[in-house]
């Protein structure tokens, strides 16, 4: 199985500043046939379920704002939020879609 | 609007046997995978399953081949998880999502329904 980890567990930052999760992968989600990496980012509030933010690894989901952007290829990633607002207290998780079973990385919880 | 509503949880006795259904609307059923995740009280997200859109093609995490049964019913725009010999470890909150392709990411997910096996 690929093994996903994500840094650090969790993050705490101010109003306005910058955050940064890493995610590695154990093993390469560049597929070259179609120039896609194969990874995910989702945001999960307490209570609800995962929101897509970040698919192909850098491209937004459907209205997902523009304070947060996906980059990496292949085994490293990073999911940036510039300028952190109250609203983005959740747990980040990664996801590989490269190979079955799909698995996600152990999450990493934002506060404020 | 896309919804994916899940039924089906509750409180279950180890060994027994749980049916989930997940409801969708909004969205042409017959043309998406769809997929199963849980998530433990306080912990992570594990994939359980998949089936394609015509219900043809059936992927399990391996530690579910036998004891887990997804399938679909895209006349209802239905579906379904079968859990067997059900353990304190599968209590969990068992979330339905879509995704547009057999390789693609996890774009719409239910709200979850509640598992507790005990």
């Known amino acids: 199985d690929i093994v996903m980890t994500q840094s650090p567990d969790s993050l705490a930052v101010s109003l306005g500043e910058r955050a940064t999760i890493d995610c590695k992968s154990s093993?390469?989600?560049?597929?070259?046939?179609?120039?896609?990496?194969?990874l995910a980012w989702y945001q999960q509030k307490q209570g609800q379920p995962p929101r897509l933010l970040v698919e192909?690894?850098?491209t937004r989901g459907s209205g997902v704002p523009d304070r947060f952007s996906g980059s990496g290829s292949e085994t490293d990633f990073t999911l940036t939020i510039t300028s952190v607002q109250a609203e983005d207290v959740a747990v980040y998780y990664c996801h590989q879609f490269y190979d079955t079973p799909y698995t996600f990385g152990q999450g990493t919880t934002l506060e404020i | 609007e896309v919804h994916l509503v899940e039924s089906g949880g509750g409180l279950v006795q180890p060994g027994k046997s749980l049916r989930l259904s997940c409801r969708a609307s909004?969205?042409?059923?017959?043309?998406?995978?769809m997929h199963w995740i849980r998530q433990a009280p306080g912990k992570g997200l594990v994939w359980l399953a998949r089936i394609s859109a015509d219900g043809n093609k059936k992927t399990y995490i391996d530690s579910g081949t036998g004891r887990f049964t997804i399938f679909r019913d895209n006349a209802d725009n239905m579906l379904y998880f079968e859990m067997h010999y059900l353990r304190d470890e599968d209590t969990a909150v068992y979330f339905c999502?879509?995704?547009?392709?057999?390789?693609?990411?996890?774009?719409?997910w239910g709200q979850g329904t509640l598992v507790t096996v005990s």
């Open positions: 909004g969205f042409t059923f017959s043309r998406y995978w």
């Open positions: 093993q390469n989600l560049f597929y070259s046939s179609d120039n896609n990496n194969y």
């Open positions: 192909w690894a850098s």
């Open positions: 999502a879509r995704s547009s392709s057999a390789w693609a990411s996890l774009d719409h």
